[in-house]
């Protein structure tokens, strides 16, 4: 997952032409994201995570995670946005068309390019 992590950090910086800003938030917020899927263990090493294997559940999972952690709306929406730009992109990478997610939240709950 390290690997896609820092290609989706490339598309960002030189792809995108995000601001140092930005770019640093949305690499903290992945990394937020890549922690809650495989928090680092006693040994400080991690399990392996099959990025075909993140759905919208594992995605929703992480969206309470934040609401218990009784974060603000606009941090939860951009941390939100950011695992799935990265999640949509990845997949990209590995899966062919047909296989790919439309959305994470499935349900249409968020506004904007996650409700299509």
């Not at 590995?94 to 390019?113: E, F, I, K, N, Y």
Request: hydrophobic share 30%.
């Amino acid at each position: 997952m390290e690997e896609f992590i820092s290609r989706f950090g490339d598309h960002l910086k030189y792809e995108r032409n995000v601001s140092e800003h930005t770019l640093r938030n949305y690499m903290s917020d992945l990394e937020q994201f890549h922690d809650h899927l495989c928090p680092v263990d006693s040994t400080g090493k991690r399990r392996h995570v099959d990025i075909k294997q993140i759905d919208h559940i594992t995605v929703r999972e992480y969206l309470s995670k934040l609401y218990q952690d009784k974060r603000k709306k606009t941090s939860i929406a951009r941390k939100l946005a950011t695992s799935g730009s990265f999640t949509l992109m990845a997949c990209s990478t590995v899966l062919p068309p047909c296989d790919q997610p439309r959305s994470a939240t499935r349900s249409g709950a968020m506004s904007g390019r996650w409700a299509r």
